[in-house]
């Protein structure tokens, strides 16, 4: 008994021991700034020397001021939209793959999913040359099937300028929960599928009521996933508009950035921080609660 | 099979081991060690000194290098050149975009390059958190040798309560750059100096007579609210208010601000302003290609481009024309491009000499020859453009309403003409806006 309790301390401490490079990085990369920045929200600091306690007054100011709240309200407009729209998309794409033959269905997933693959600003940079108002492709392409009228300066608009962006977003997107959604659909027993068209189902039939309840946890865990991405948007939007014009698409990494370096709060700007990572956890907490789903073995 | 046991544990305890204290180690870039603290003197060299060698080079970071002026590369090539014998310097090139938001994190995370580039009549935000290296004892050392090297015009803009923490590298401002061919197909006399109304007038005559948009500025935060800011310059001179602005004493709500916003408006409306819808998000590349490609009149750019921008006009002449004035006088915001040092720079004394040798006569004639207008008085321009461009700057009015704070400069860059001409607030909402953030900025 002795002997087996001391070779199992071996072999924790030998487990420690190999964690201890990983726990260290992530103690400083993510532990360590999370905890300074919520203490760094409670304070006034300008980057320098001047530093003091002032409780939740930054609280208070962030939820006070109005383009802070319009800034969190555009990155949650923005992170939401294009989730749920590369959820549907995506899953909906995987279900027309599924039938596809093998090689045309590499190929299909290959296009779909190299937008994923593709750098933030590369995209971002792409499409604003595409929406350009005077030389884009987009307006270039409606003057000439004769909806000239309908061009517009997409990143100009306050009517388009979210949109635009989400839009964009779900292009990149929908790739990654296509893919997570495809392979899902794997794992289902192709007996299910043959049992169920004996019973003279269709495909459409078969997707409603046996592969989405089946996948519902992936397709939760792709919706957690993409919902991270998408909050993630602060290169998207600072390459495209910049948060401009004026502050229309102006989300909080960038409100952040101006007000810890260009006015030297930069308390104030960890308590916007906070506030944001309050509000991811809770759309993460309620999305997780909406696509709840029984996992099934077969 | 023990031994070999024993040896995997060692092995990944000294692996542990080396990855903690990486971890844990020094901050990165040259600095040998860390700084304790901001207000710790500048004792240390900047560099990790070898072990064998008795006088070591210094690593020096130049955040100064403009690539952007054909005289860039240049100049820090012979700065390299010339203190060759005692520094290594690393000449980082200037990202203007991120400009403020680079320094302050080098400043905060006490590993701030050792010259940085910023423009001297924007350095208030430095100054108040005395942030910059107090350049006065180093001017006015040998009877102020150093300090006589340069236009005391621009030498003064890098003065904030009574020290120097700024010097010029040369005068910079905002002109408009006109398509002589346009002008004449319109029939328009190129002019030298202007009224917003004969500016409009031309704008008009232009865009009916001719395929060209009249007008193009970039979107960028530091060009587009050139537009609010020279008006303002100009009215508030003609009405003798430029003091009372620039110390924010003005109300937002004074009918200054209310002209301005509506003539900007109508510049905007009369799709003056290229390429029409999209105004406000056209890029100042994009700005600039227009112009090359003869679609634009008029742009709307810094002095110190001057050489450039003709040079790549290949099919048309350019003329550089002031900014026409909504007031009876002209006024211009600009001033200079500068060069300062952070108060927490490892060793001051040698980013001091470093400053110096790039700012001396034989390094300046590289700017000035390449055509820019160099703050060190003893380097002589001969270009006429260059010369026609250094009258102008007789109306250039550092001091402005723009610089009294960072959150009233960003109400300008951000919002004051969005907010009006694209998302339509009132004239009174944007103006009532302005007004609370210049009572805020007071009351800090």
Redesign the interface.
């Known amino acids: 008994m002795t002997a087996l309790s001391s070779q199992r301390k071996k072999m924790i401490g ?1 487990g420690i ?2 964690m ?2 990983a726990l ?2 992530i103690a ?1 990369a993510i532990f360590i700034p999370t905890i300074w920045n919520v203490v760094l929200s409670f304070q006034e600091w ?5 530093r003091e306690w002032v409780g939740f007054h930054n609280y208070k100011e962030a939820l006070l001021e109005e383009n802070v709240r319009k800034s969190l309200f555009n990155s949650i407009y923005l992170a939401v939209a294009m989730t749920f729209a590369a959820l549907v998309i995506g899953t909906g794409l995987a279900g027309f793959i599924y039938r596809l033959g093998r090689r045309e269905g590499a190929i299909y997933r290959l296009i779909l999913f190299m937008p994923v693959m593709l750098p933030v600003a590369i995209i971002g940079l792409l499409f604003t040359f595409m929406y ?3 030389m884009g492709l987009i307006n270039q392409l409606l003057r000439t099937i004769g909806l000239g009228s309908w061009a ?2 997409w ?4 009517d388009t300028v979210l949109l635009s962006i989400i839009i964009v977003g779900i292009w990149r997107l929908t790739g990654l929960t296509m893919m997570l959604v495809f392979a899902a659909m794997q794992n289902i027993p192709v007996s299910l599928f043959e049992s169920s068209k004996l019973e003279g189902a269709s495909y459409a039939r078969q997707f409603f009521s046996i592969v989405l309840p089946l996948i519902k946890p992936i397709v939760q865990l792709s919706a957690i996933f993409t919902l991270v991405l998408a909050f993630k948007s602060y290169d998207l939007v600072f390459v495209m ?8 698409s ?1 989300t909080i990494p960038l409100q952040m ?2 007000t ?5 709060e ?1 308390g104030y700007s960890a308590a916007m921080g906070f506030l944001l990572t309050i509000a991811v956890m809770l759309i993460i907490l309620i999305t997780s609660r909406i696509l709840r789903g029984t996992s099934y073995e077969y | 099979m023990r031994s070999f046991k024993r040896s ?2 060692l092995g ?2 000294l ?2 081991a080396i ?2 204290v990486t ?1 844990c180690g020094g901050k990165g870039g040259n600095a040998g060690s860390a700084i304790p603290s ?2 710790s003197s500048a004792e240390a060299s900047s560099s990790t000194p070898a072990a064998t060698t008795p006088a070591a080079k210094k690593n020096i970071k130049f955040y100064g290098k403009i690539v952007e002026y054909t005289s860039g590369e240049k100049m820090v090539s012979e700065l390299q050149e010339q203190l060759k014998d005692k520094y290594n310097i690393e000449g980082i090139q200037v990202d203007w975009a991120n400009l ?2 680079i320094i ?2 080098g ?2 995370s006490n590993t701030p390059a050792d010259i940085y580039q910023f423009w001297p009549q924007n350095m208030k ?1 430095f100054a108040d ?3 910059a290296l107090d350049l006065t004892p180093y001017l006015e050392a040998d009877n102020g040798a150093w300090k006589q090297t340069f236009n005391p015009t621009l030498l003064e803009l890098g003065k904030f309560d009574g020290k120097y923490i700024a010097v010029p590298l040369g005068s910079n401002f905002s002109v408009i750059y006109v398509n002589n061919a346009i002008f004449e197909k319109a029939g328009i006399p190129v002019p030298t100096k202007w009224t917003w109304e004969e500016f409009i007038a031309a704008s008009k005559t232009i865009k009916e007579k001719t395929d060209a948009y009249p007008f193009a500025i970039g ?1 960028e ?1 530091d060009i587009q609210p050139w537009l609010a800011r020279n008006g303002i310059l100009s009215l508030g001179k003609s009405e003798g208010k430029l003091e009372d602005l620039a110390a924010g004493k003005v109300p937002g709500t004074d009918p200054i601000f209310s002209k301005v916003l509506s003539n900007i408006k109508a510049l905007y409306d009369n799709q003056y302003w290229y ?7 056209v890029s100042r590349d ?1 700005a600039k290609s227009a112009f090359y490609q003869g679609k634009v009149a008029m742009l709307a750019e810094v002095s110190a481009n001057a050489g450039g921008i003709i040079a790549d006009a290949k099919d048309f002449e350019v003329s550089v024309a002031s900014w026409p004035s909504m007031g009876a006088e002209n006024a211009v915001l600009g001033g200079a491009d500068g060069l300062f040092i952070p108060a ?1 720079v490892t060793d001051k004394d040698a980013a001091v000499e470093v400053l110096k040798t790039y700012l001396n006569e034989s390094i300046q004639k590289i700017h000035a020859d390449e055509g820019y207008a160099a703050a060190n008085v003893n380097v002589k321009v001969s270009d006429p453009v260059i010369q026609r461009i250094m009258e102008l700057s007789a109306d250039v009015q550092a001091k402005e309403f723009y610089n009294f704070g ?2 009233i ?2 109400f300008f860059e ?2 004051f ?3 009006h001409v ?2 339509g607030q009132s004239e009174a909402s944007v103006l009532d806006k302005l007004e609370k953030v210049r009572l805020d900025t007071l009351n800090k």
């Open positions: 030998t021991l190999f201890l490079p260290a990085f400083f300008d980057g320098f020397l001047h350009n108002p005077e517009q300066a990143l100009e608009n306050p508009t910049e948060g401009g014009p004026g502050i229309l102006r950035i101006d810890a370096f260009t006015y030297s930069f | 995997g544990v990944s305890m692996l542990a990855l903690l971890a901001a207000e403020e938001k302050k994190t400043i905060a935000t958190a005395n942030q979107k935060k390429p029409g819808k999209g105004a406000l998000t994009e927490n960072p959150k400069a960003a951000q919002e003409i969005p907010n694209l998302v």
